[in-house]
T-cell receptor, first 118, second 114 residues
Framework: GAVVSQHPSRVICKSGTSVKIECRSLDFQATTMFWYRQFPKQSLMLMATSNEGSKATYEQGVEKDKFLINHASLTLSTLTVTSAHPEDSSFYIC??????????????FGPGTRLTVL | AQSVAQPEDQVNVAEGNPLTVKCTYSVSGNPYLFWYVQYPNRGLQFLLKYITGDNLVKGSYGFEAEFNKSQTSFHLKKPSALVSDSALYFCAVRDGNTGNQFYFGTGTSLTVIP
């Protein structure tokens, strides 16, 4: 299957700093990428849909000024957590949509980034 | 509205026995259905999907799932469970007619007992 990478896999930062997480589709082009947040023992919560060359679409309740998303190319989307606070500590997972007609429409997920804000 | 239900938070099965992880869905259009597996502190790995065609879909690691339109179900199955199958399993649905968004179930934790 297709491969999606995420970097870093784990980051610890101080409260008030900003953290950037990269999501790359390694062997396919993704016009659409998604950012999820997962709390312990819970399902994925969609934060935003990242569209190449245009503004991201944020889900209700997600602060777009706090979680900055940039999808500058067909293989890279970044999520920047600005002015991080301890409550932002979570597991962040990206996914990229491989779309070659309806039959191969599948989301492939990155390995996740564990963010800890002290 | 689109939604997915996984009625069981936890499934326990003995090694070598068949396993089933249940999933039901609700979509207004054509359902595209997916199963993913997640190991601790890892992202989700794609197992299999149903888009169209044969109702029985075979996927990775010996897993299969059967699309049942009348029961709006897409249960994940494996004939003989392995201890290494122990993980968190997520069912997801997308409306094939509209939109990008995948809707995920709440996940089912599978434990295979040696």
């Amino acid at each position: 299957g297709a491969v999606v990478s995420q970097h870093p896999s784990r980051v610890i930062c101080k409260s008030g700093t900003s953290v950037k997480i990269e999501c790359r589709s390694l062997d396919f082009q993704a016009t659409t990428m998604f950012w999820y947040r997962q709390f312990p023992k819970q399902s994925l919560m969609l934060m935003a849909t990242s569209n190449e060359g245009s503004k991201a679409t944020y889900e209700q309740g997600v602060e777009k000024d706090k979680f900055l998303i940039n999808h500058a190319s067909l293989t890279l989307s970044t999520l920047t957590v600005t002015s991080a606070h301890p409550e932002d500590s979570s597991f962040y997972i990206c996914s990229a949509r491989e779309q070659q007609g309806g039959r191969t429409d599948t989301q492939y997920f990155g390995p996740g980034t564990r963010l800890t804000v002290l | 509205a689109q939604s997915v239900a996984q009625p069981e938070d936890q499934v326990n099965v003995a090694e070598g026995n068949p396993l089933t992880v249940k999933c039901t869905y609700s979509v207004s259009g054509n359902p595209y259905l997916f199963w993913y597996v997640q190991y601790p502190n890892r992202g989700l790995q794609f197992l299999l999907k149903y888009i169209t065609g044969d109702n029985l879909v075979k996927g990775s690691y010996g897993f299969e799932a059967e699309f049942n339109k009348s029961q709006t179900s897409f249960h994940l199955k494996k004939p003989s469970a392995l201890v290494s199958d122990s993980a968190l399993y997520f069912c997801a649905v997308r409306d094939g007619n509209t939109g990008n968004q995948f809707y995920f179930g709440t996940g089912t934790s599978l434990t295979v007992i040696p």
